[in-house]
């Protein structure tokens, strides 16, 4: 295709040289013997273009979505469970106040005296299991907290090193977060 | 179990076609209904392909500032939270101080959640309900926090008394 092209090109150069006479005529006839190709074209406005481009860009994939991320890859990496914890922590704190706020208008008791009562009263798996799903997220989010405070200074940032230290985090969680909750 | 090994034969067969072949088979083998998590919002056109990509106005304070604050307060609230039981002794002041920390930290937090998922440029009415949503509710969880210091015993003695009630 490329070859052929180049040998149009310098046939076309040749036929386009006055000086040339012999090659000229052997040009020009050699020329009228090519094959050429009618090409149906249609003329269209700029605003016609316009809306084919933009209906072929309403096809366009989006990216990035959920679907490209792999699970296994990076969903215990500890970079979104630490956006769960703290978002769950958190949201327990703003709950909390806003009832505590709330509640002389609506007749409930959260100071601390009957929250203590009403949760001593519990039976102790209750009790311990309540706990555990505080001490946890909290135990969580403070030790990846501190690792990713150390990744924001550049450290620990080989391949290794990440991936190991997401399952310590989720180790050392586990265990101060059982502790916390069972033995304290 | 069952489904682990599903998924193990699943990813077997699907390293060969594209993406959206694997998806297809996954839906057509579960009887389960597929059901997309965050599906994209319908794209829509805005200008014309040889448009440049538009650059904010820098600023500091919603940009290098801003990450460093967030990184000074995550990083002052280890000290602030081990204090009480190195001390072995609770002070009002560190317990407000710990409070006000704790407001900011959450504020900043659910601030930069939102700011990921609730884009400006797809879901502008959205994210302007979000963020000022939650500047009602810090407001509100800020005065409740004075409250509680104030006339109950604190964040940390209400902790510790639940811990060992």
């Known amino acids: 295709m490329i070859a052929q092209r180049t040998g149009t090109t310098a046939l076309r150069r040749v036929a386009a040289n006055p000086n040339a006479v012999f090659t000229s005529t052997f040009a020009k006839a050699a020329m009228s013997q090519m094959q050429t190709r009618q090409a149906t074209t249609q003329k269209i406005s700029a605003t016609e273009a316009r809306s084919i481009l933009d209906a072929q860009r309403l096809n366009r994939p989006v990216s990035p979505h959920l679907d490209i991320y792999d699970k296994q890859q990076t969903f215990f990496g500890g970079s979104i469970w630490q ?94 977060g059982l502790y916390l909750a069972f033995f304290l | ?22 998806i297809i088979a996954r839906a057509a083998f579960h009887t389960t209904a597929k059901r997309d998590l965050l599906p994209p919002l319908p794209q829509r056109v ?44 609770l002070n ?42 939650l500047n009602a509710a810090t407001v509100v969880v800020g005065l409740a926090l004075y409250e509680y210091e104030t006339s109950d015993v604190g964040i940390t003695e209400t902790i510790k008394r639940l811990w060992k009630a």
């Open chain 2, 1 to 22: 179990m069952a489904s682990i090994a599903r998924s193990s034969l699943l990813r077997q067969v699907a390293t060969k076609p594209a993406l959206q072949n694997s």
């Open chain 2, 46 to 89: 805005v200008g014309t392909v040889n448009d440049a990509a538009p650059v904010p106005p820098p600023s500091p304070s919603h940009g290098s500032y801003h990450w460093t604050f967030d990184r000074l307060v995550a990083a002052s609230l280890i000290p602030l939270t081990v204090a009480p039981f190195a001390a072995g002794s």
């Open chain 1, 83 to 176: 956006r769960f914890t703290g978002s769950g922590l958190s949201g327990g704190l703003y709950v909390f106040g806003a009832a505590y706020l709330a509640a002389p208008l609506l007749g409930w008791h959260l100071e601390s005296a009957s929250l203590v009562s009403a949760f001593g009263a519990l039976p102790f798996a209750v009790k311990s299991g309540v706990k555990f799903l505080v001490a946890w997220p909290f135990a969580f989010h403070a030790f990846n907290g501190v690792r990713h405070l150390a990744l924001d200074l550049g450290m620990f940032m080989k391949r290794q090193q990440i991936v190991k230290g997401g399952w310590y985090i989720w180790g050392a969680s586990l265990v101060s």
């Open chain 2, 92 to 133: 009002p002041t560190m317990d407000a101080v710990l409070c006000a920390t704790l407001l900011i930290h959450s504020h900043t937090g659910f601030q930069n959640i939102i700011v990921d998922y609730v884009p400006q440029y797809r879901t502008p009415r959205a994210r302007k309900a979000a963020i000022w949503g």
